[in-house]
């Protein structure tokens, strides 16, 4: 099996900055994409950031020179660097990757157990 587990999150002020990191381990053969999506109470889980095993980016327009995905393919690990953080940047922070366990078969998208954000003075 394959597990995510996420770090970094907690309470900042608007304004300051956060560096999430989510570190994939098990049985892993390769990871395609990795991204992280957030869930605000109320909303629908939406796409922060988004990063290729060929290291192509892509962001939302709300997060868009805000936010910065990185990756360490060696430590199947996936940060998210979030500065000038907002209120509305509040939410459960979720990981996701897209790996493959068994070579020459599709992959399957595997989640995180999430982690807490909150932008408050």
């Known amino acids: 099996q394959v597990q995510l587990v996420e770090s970094g999150g907690g309470l900042v002020q608007p304004g300051g900055s956060l560096r999430l990191s989510c570190a994939a381990s098990?049985?892993?053969?390769?990871?395609?994409?990795m991204a992280w999506y957030r869930q605000a109470p109320g909303k629908e889980r939406e796409l922060v950031a988004v990063?290729?095993?060929?290291?192509?980016?892509n962001y939302p327009d709300a997060v868009k020179g805000r936010f910065s995905i990185s990756r360490d393919t060696a430590k199947n690990t996936v940060y998210l660097q979030m500065n000038s953080l907002k209120p509305e940047d509040t939410a459960v922070y979720y990981c996701n990757a897209h790996v493959t366990v068994i070579p020459g078969t599709t992959g399957s998208p595997f989640w995180g157990q999430g982690t807490q954000v909150t932008v408050s003075s």
């Open positions: 098990g049985s892993i053969f390769s990871i395609n994409d």
């Open positions: 990063i290729t095993s060929s290291g192509g980016r």
